[in-house]
C-alpha cells in the first residue's frame, strides 16, 4: 500500500480501494469469531479471565470503529474527522511536524516549562495539535501562578510568535521577550532581534 501511495496516481488508488476492501472482510469476520468468543466465554469470577475479556472486548470496539472509518474512505470520504491513527492508542492524533525527513508524526503534542538551569517548572499534554503561538500565554500565566512573578525572560522558537503574544507578554511585563517574528521583518524588528541580549535568550 505505501508503494501504491507514492505514485498518487488515479489507477493507485483504485487498488488501495481493493486492498482495503479485502482487509475490511477479514476484519469483519474476526470480530464476528471474536465476539462469538466474548459471548460463550464465563469468567466466574476469576479476574485474570475478566481482564482478558475486558481486552478482547476493547480490541472489537476499537476495530469496529477502524472499519467503519475504512468504509467511509473506500466509499469516496478521504478525509476522515477524529479518525483512529493507532489501534494500540485510539486517542492520539496525527501531528504535522513540517520535517521533510517525517512530515507527520502520530501522538501528543507536550508542552514543556524549563528554566535556564533546566528545571522543568510546568507540562501540559494536548488533545490533537494546537498551534504552538496558543500554547505560550497558559505557560507563562502558569509560572506566574507558580512563583507569584512574572518570568525575567522568556525564549521561544519563532512557531510561537505572533502580535497578539508580543502585547500579552508585555500586560504580564515580561521584560524580556526572545521570540522571533514569522513572515517579513521591519527594520525596527531586525534590529530588535540582533541585540546582544535577543540572541543569548536565543542559545
Given at each position: 500500500?505505501?508503494?501504491?501511495?507514492?505514485?498518487?496516481?488515479?489507477?493507485?488508488?483504485e487498488?488501495?480501494?481493493?486492498?482495503?476492501?479485502?482487509?475490511?472482510?477479514?476484519?469483519?469476520?474476526?470480530?464476528?469469531?471474536?465476539?462469538?468468543?466474548?459471548?460463550?466465554?464465563r469468567?466466574?469470577?476469576?479476574?485474570?479471565?475478566?481482564?482478558?475479556?475486558?481486552?478482547?472486548?476493547?480490541?472489537?470496539?476499537?476495530?469496529?470503529?477502524?472499519?467503519?472509518?475504512?468504509?467511509?474512505?473506500?466509499?469516496g470520504?478521504r478525509?476522515?474527522?477524529?479518525?483512529?491513527?493507532?489501534?494500540?492508542?485510539?486517542?492520539?492524533?496525527?501531528?504535522?511536524?513540517?520535517?521533510?525527513?517525517?512530515?507527520?508524526?502520530?501522538?501528543?503534542?507536550?508542552?514543556?516549562?524549563?528554566?535556564?538551569?533546566?528545571?522543568?517548572?510546568?507540562?501540559?499534554?494536548?488533545?490533537?495539535?494546537?498551534?504552538?503561538?496558543?500554547?505560550?500565554?497558559?505557560?507563562?500565566?502558569?509560572?506566574?501562578?507558580?512563583?507569584?512573578?512574572?518570568?525575567?525572560?522568556?525564549?521561544?522558537?519563532?512557531?510561537?510568535?505572533s502580535?497578539?503574544?508580543?502585547?500579552?507578554?508585555?500586560?504580564?511585563?515580561?521584560?524580556?521577550?526572545?521570540?522571533?517574528?514569522?513572515g517579513?521583518?521591519?527594520?525596527?524588528?531586525?534590529?530588535?532581534?540582533s541585540?546582544?541580549?535577543?540572541?543569548?535568550?536565543?542559545?
Amino acid at each position: 500500500m505505501a508503494k501504491l501511495l507514492r505514485r498518487r496516481t488515479h489507477q493507485s488508488w483504485e487498488e488501495i480501494d481493493t486492498i482495503t476492501s479485502e482487509i475490511i472482510a477479514i476484519s469483519e469476520d474476526v470480530c464476528t469469531k471474536a465476539k462469538s468468543v466474548l459471548e460463550q466465554t464465563r469468567d466466574k469470577g476469576r479476574t485474570h479471565v475478566k481482564q482478558l475479556k475486558d481486552q478482547l472486548e476493547q480490541a472489537i470496539t476499537v476495530t469496529d470503529r477502524l472499519v467503519e472509518q475504512a468504509k467511509q474512505v473506500v466509499s469516496g470520504h478521504r478525509i476522515v474527522s477524529n479518525r483512529i491513527v493507532s489501534f494500540f492508542d485510539p486517542q492520539a492524533r496525527p501531528i504535522k511536524k513540517g520535517k521533510l525527513s517525517k512530515t507527520t508524526e502520530f501522538g501528543y503534542k507536550v508542552r514543556i516549562d524549563e528554566t535556564e538551569n533546566g528545571f522543568v517548572t510546568g507540562y501540559e499534554v494536548y488533545q490533537g495539535n494546537p498551534s504552538d503561538d496558543e500554547l505560550l500565554i497558559p505557560a507563562v500565566k502558569h509560572h506566574i501562578k507558580q512563583f507569584s512573578e512574572a518570568p525575567h525572560a522568556v525564549a521561544t522558537d519563532r512557531g510561537f510568535g505572533s502580535k497578539k503574544n508580543d502585547k500579552e507578554l508585555a500586560e504580564l511585563k515580561v521584560k524580556h521577550a526572545s521570540v522571533p517574528k514569522r513572515g517579513k521583518k521591519s527594520k525596527k524588528r531586525i534590529e530588535q532581534e540582533s541585540q546582544p541580549w535577543f540572541q543569548d535568550l536565543q542559545r
